[in-house]
């Protein structure tokens, strides 16, 4: 496992900028591969759980960018989205060329949304989508599933990993699993037994908790990068 560095940057946006960390590992010469990650309604790119999985990631030898958006705008938060990997396609110091885009909650929303977006252009960067708590329907609306998940029925073939609590009042399982057997694209899905939306489990330690989101996502991206 490879020791990290975090750098603070802020990435042009429309007439503002974006603040943004990129986790670098410090011993791999030639990383290729970056996961874009972004927080849900609440909170910015210091929430504990983005930090914990950017260094697991870094410390596996790839990249990895956290950012704030603090819009409740899903639109505008997609569009800041498509700024930061504009901005890393660009960037000169990494030769990135596999892209993972990822996000807790409602930023797993925009993740999928530029995903698609990308796709309907012809963009092929994308790689696969890393979904954390993704808001399938907010509490008690599960009638609202259809339209939330609309962006991930379009996908048709990146692959997509689901991290989700067993007791998340913001994804049903049932109406998760159903959507994964609707959906074109390739899935995962990684249950926490007993986690909350915000992956809180009763008489667990976070730690324990953070730990085995982070092995699941890093596995993950590992699997995919080898295909």
């Excluded at 990290?4 to 410090?26: G, H, M, Q, R």
């Excluded at 410390?59 to 997609?78: M, Q």
């Excluded at 698609?116 to 092929?124: A, I, N, V, Y």
Aim: proline letters at 4%; a neutral charge.
């Amino acid at each position: 496992m490879a020791e990290c560095s975090e750098e603070t940057i802020k990435i042009p946006f429309a007439e503002k900028w974006l603040d943004a960390v990129i986790t670098v590992p410090d011993k791999v010469a030639d990383v290729r591969t970056v996961l874009v990650l972004t927080h849900g309604a609440g909170g910015d790119m210091n929430f504990r759980h983005l930090v914990s999985l950017a260094q697991a990631v870094a410390a596996c030898g790839d990249l990895c960018v956290r950012f704030t958006c603090k819009s409740l705008n899903l639109t505008y938060r997609v569009k800041a989205y498509g700024a930061v990997l504009k901005y890393l396609k660009s960037h000169d110091r990494f030769t990135l060329t596999k892209f993972f885009l990822g996000g807790r909650s409602m930023g797993a929303r925009a993740a999928v949304s530029l995903a698609r977006q990308l796709s309907d252009e012809g963009d092929e960067c994308v790689q696969g989508m890393v979904c954390v708590s993704f808001p399938l329907h907010p509490p008690a609306q599960t009638h609202t599933h259809q339209q939330r998940s609309q962006d991930l029925r379009a996908l048709s073939h990146q692959p997509v990993l689901f991290i989700s609590g067993t007791a998340d009042n913001m994804c049903k399982r049932k109406l998760l699993e159903e959507l994964v057997g609707d959906m074109r694209a390739p899935t995962a899905v990684r249950w926490v037994e007993g986690g909350s939306h915000g992956l809180t489990v009763r008489g667990r330690p976070e730690e324990a908790v953070l730990k085995e989101v982070n092995t699941h996502v890093t596995e993950w991206i590992h699997t995919q990068v080898s295909e």
